[in-house]
């Protein structure tokens, strides 16, 4: 690695690289793709060590990544790169000794796991598998054995008749597809008849005893797809058991949300449904030190992927389980153990931030620890909590804090010398009255080069989900601080169905998605102009992705006098060719009370195809190719209808991006149009 790019990477450019405040520029896309980005972060059992990947981007936007080692004990430590060959490692774990870390990296062409001591030398690769290795989970029992996510085709009892399978598909990729059941696709990825199965091997020495299906011949994923990883497997305590969520083979996967806890004998055997009462999701079992507890998250309403994860805890010796804080109106996404036992450490959104809170799981006492910004628990050691943290101004580096809440410290800070020379526009949470004169919240930020006395236009972010929130995080995606430095005031609102404001705040969205929501977009963006009267709300656009797509097609025939022009990303435009071509049936199904064919009446009630001829308002309109949570008929039956009937439009049609976008050229243009879009149909003073 160049001397320059370990620096940059290290937050450690000295005194030639400081900035000073007039040097600083509005923050851009170019900015945005050219960020380092944090990954792959662990922490040693003894607290002692951090390590942590970290993809890098020198000036002229060439990309590598490393990994680092912090010493902890030491005050004035800096980071060490402990890696330096091609290629990226992730998914790093430390052995239960500390004495070496694992990883996976792809560096002879196959994802496969290494170890590499921590007393120096090179990695040495553990497994030489035919098929990839996608995660995996090391046992803390002393045993030395590891889970490992291997991607199979059921039918092969070995891993060459399911690497010659994938073979052979990328041999024929214009052979015809076969299907007798849904889902046949899923969000990005047609189903090619292989799934996620869990082997568990011994390590001996630094090479892979042998391998063990403990999921064999389950027709189903473990981990689901798309977004769960090894966080949904462990060992238990003892090392004799695998715990994993997946859902019960059956035919009507499309439909349902009844994820289970399985368990498992490390040495195969017949899986035992641990949830099998509950047929709504279970998700992330996490056991106490000693065993004894086993908490786990669970919802109660089935089909809804929106519904409120309580916590609940298993005690492993006697059977009996109860929910921990059943009062506390806040939905975790993850949960850890301390040391003693009975403490949970928990994340959950909680007014438009993801707070660090502490559990007793005897009282149920619930306390805050940190809620600023969005954050994510690393480890616990005995007196701290690390975890990683982002905010509106902040792409993401770790930090710690007593388990009392005091002494916050930064521990790494991996984009010093970028952010040094960025400027960004300052930002405020407000709220207002909103629907049923409920308090609804949102942010508004500041353009980067705001001054006093100066009307701005509004870009009015509507966030998607729609349970979901644009609340106090960085993204690599929707990023307000890029319109803010563009030269535009951003408004945000988290609408009734949003997430982070208690369970039924969120459940309102269920059934009314054009009534509550646009009520409340309306009565914000009135509030925040009456607040902060530099916002020139008359002068505005709106913009929105997935559910806000929608809302924007909504808009288009509901408040058609409300803005300059509208961008639409991945926008839901028919509910009715909707519902049939989309992939996780579960979803429409809640949202609108059963499937098409029995509640026309509401799915026509909230079509956005309905009030077509009201549609006025110049829009953009986006999509991938390769997105099947809402495929790209929707957006481009909008974009027809505009043509058609010469309202100010314009396509932007992705052939290899999927719900998002993901490629750092496409970002670019992705903004190039969108920011352009505005400034077209927006006047500036």
């Given at each position: 690695m160049k001397k320059s790019a370990l620096l940059l990477a290290m937050g450690l450019a000295g005194v030639t690289g400081a900035v000073m405040a007039q040097d600083k520029a509005p923050f851009t896309v170019q900015d945005l793709v050219k960020l380092n980005k944090q990954h792959s972060v662990a922490v040693s059992n003894d607290g002692q060590t951090l390590v942590y990947g970290l993809s890098v981007k020198d000036k002229?936007?060439?990309?590598?990544?490393?990994?680092?080692?912090?010493?902890?004990?030491?005050?004035?430590?800096?980071?060490?790169?402990?890696?330096?060959?091609?290629?990226?490692?992730?998914?790093?774990?430390?052995?239960?000794?500390?004495?070496?870390?694992?990883?996976?990296?792809?560096?002879?062409?196959?994802?496969?796991?290494?170890?590499?001591?921590?007393?120096?030398?090179?990695?040495?690769?553990?497994?030489?598998?035919?098929?990839?290795?996608?995660?995996?989970?090391?046992?803390?029992?002393?045993?030395?054995?590891?889970?490992?996510?291997?991607?199979?085709?059921?039918?092969?009892?070995?891993?060459?008749?399911?690497?010659?399978?994938?073979?052979?598909?990328?041999?024929?990729?214009?052979?015809?597809?076969?299907?007798?059941?849904?889902?046949?696709?899923?969000?990005?990825?047609?189903?090619?008849?292989?799934?996620?199965?869990?082997?568990?091997?011994?390590?001996?020495?630094?090479?892979?005893?042998?391998?063990?299906?403990?999921?064999?011949?389950?027709?189903?994923?473990?981990?689901?797809?798309?977004?769960?990883?090894?966080?949904?497997?462990?060992?238990?305590?003892?090392?004799?058991?695998?715990?994993?969520?997946?859902?019960?083979?059956?035919?009507?996967?499309?439909?349902?949300?009844?994820?289970?806890?399985?368990?498992?004998?490390?040495?195969?055997?017949?899986?035992?449904?641990?949830?099998?009462?509950?047929?709504?999701?279970?998700?992330?079992?996490?056991?106490?030190?000693?065993?004894?507890?086993?908490?786990?998250?669970?919802?109660?309403?089935?089909?809804?992927?929106?519904?409120?994860?309580?916590?609940?805890?298993?005690?492993?010796?006697?059977?009996?389980?109860?929910?921990?804080?059943?009062?506390?109106?806040?939905?975790?996404?993850?949960?850890?153990?301390?040391?003693?036992?009975?403490?949970?450490?928990?994340?959950?959104?909680?007014?438009?931030?993801?707070?660090?809170?502490?559990?007793?799981?005897?009282?149920?006492?619930?306390?805050?620890?940190?809620?600023?910004?969005?954050?994510?628990?690393?480890?616990?050691?005995?007196?701290?909590?690390?975890?990683?943290?982002?905010?509106?101004?902040?792409?993401?580096?770790?930090?710690?804090?007593?388990?009392?809440?005091?002494?916050?410290?930064?521990?790494?800070?991996?984009?010093?010398?970028?952010?040094?020379?960025?400027?960004?526009?300052?930002?405020?949470?407000?709220?207002?009255?909103?629907?049923?004169?409920?308090?609804?919240?949102?942010?508004?930020?500041?353009?980067?080069?705001?001054?006093?006395?100066?009307?701005?236009?509004?870009?009015?972010?509507?966030?998607?989900g729609p349970q979901g929130s644009f609340g106090n995080s960085f993204s690599h995606r929707w990023n307000p601080q890029l319109w803010a430095g563009a030269g535009y005031g951003v408004v945000m609102v988290d609408f009734h169905g949003s997430t982070g404001y208690g369970q039924e705040f969120t459940d309102s969205i269920t059934q009314d998605w054009g009534g509550k929501p646009l009520e409340d977009l309306q009565k914000g963006l009135a509030a925040v102009g009456e607040q902060q009267k530099w916002l020139d709300v008359d002068n505005a656009c709106a913009l929105g992705g997935s559910y806000g797509g929608y809302m924007m097609n909504w808009i288009q025939g509901n408040w058609n006098d409300g803005f300059k022009c509208l961008v639409n990303h991945a926008g839901l435009f028919d509910m009715r060719s909707m519902y049939y071509v989309t992939e996780e049936l579960w979803f429409p199904e809640f949202e609108f009370g059963g499937q098409y064919k029995d509640n026309k009446a509401l799915y026509e009630k909230f079509n956005p195809v309905n009030y077509v001829e009201n549609w006025q308002t110049p829009m953009l309109v986006i999509h991938g190719e390769e997105d099947f949570r809402v495929p790209y008929g929707q957006g481009l039956a909008a974009f027809t209808y505009m043509q058609r009937n010469n309202i100010p439009s314009k396509l932007l049609m992705y052939p290899t991006e999927n719900h998002w976008i993901l490629t750092g050229d496409n970002l670019e243009q992705w903004y190039a149009n969108v920011l352009g879009w505005l400034d077209t149909w927006t006047e500036k003073q």
């Open positions: 002229e936007g060439n990309s590598e990544s490393e990994l680092y080692k912090l010493d902890l004990t030491k005050s004035d430590a800096m980071p060490v790169q402990i890696t330096g060959v091609q290629g990226t490692e992730h998914s790093v774990t430390f052995a239960p000794d500390d004495s070496a870390i694992y990883f996976v990296s792809a560096r002879n062409g196959s994802s496969q796991l290494y170890r590499m001591p921590m007393q120096g030398g090179e990695a040495i690769q553990v497994s030489d598998l035919p098929v990839g290795v996608d995660g995996y989970k090391l046992s803390a029992d002393g045993k030395q054995q590891v889970a490992l996510q291997l991607r199979v085709f059921p039918e092969c009892d070995t891993l060459e008749c399911s690497a010659d399978k994938f073979e052979d598909q990328a041999d024929n990729p214009n052979r015809g597809r076969e299907y007798d059941q849904l889902m046949v696709r899923h969000w990005d990825t047609w189903h090619d008849h292989a799934r996620n199965h869990i082997f568990v091997a011994p390590i001996e020495g630094n090479k892979l005893g042998s391998l063990v299906d403990v999921t064999s011949g389950l027709d189903t994923e473990t981990p689901p797809k798309p977004f769960s990883g090894m966080e949904e497997v462990t060992f238990t305590p003892d090392g004799k058991h695998l715990v994993y969520t997946a859902k019960a083979p059956s035919k009507d996967q499309a439909w349902i949300t009844n994820y289970d806890l399985w368990q498992v004998p490390v040495t195969g055997g017949k899986a035992r449904n641990l949830t099998e009462d509950n047929k709504a999701w279970d998700a992330h079992a996490t056991f106490s030190p000693d065993g004894r507890y086993m908490a786990y998250l669970a919802m109660k309403r089935p089909g809804f992927e929106a519904d409120r994860f309580g916590i609940m805890l298993r005690d492993t010796v006697t059977g009996q389980e109860k929910e921990v804080a059943p009062l506390w109106d806040r939905s975790p996404h993850s949960l850890q153990f301390g040391a003693d036992g009975q403490t949970l450490y928990v994340t959950a959104q909680d007014l438009g931030q993801v707070s660090i809170f502490e559990v007793n799981t005897q009282f149920g006492d619930v306390k805050t620890i940190y809620n600023d910004g969005s954050n994510s628990v690393v480890a616990i050691t005995d007196n701290k909590i690390l975890f990683s943290h982002k905010s509106l101004v902040e792409p993401g580096d770790v930090y710690s804090v007593d388990k009392d809440g005091n002494n916050l410290k930064r521990l790494t800070n991996t984009n010093k010398e970028k952010l040094d020379k960025i400027k960004f526009g300052d930002f405020e949470q407000f709220n207002f009255k909103g629907w049923n004169n409920e308090t609804v919240y949102g942010y508004w930020l500041k353009p980067a080069d705001f001054e006093p006395g100066k009307k701005y236009p509004v870009a009015f972010l509507v966030h998607g």
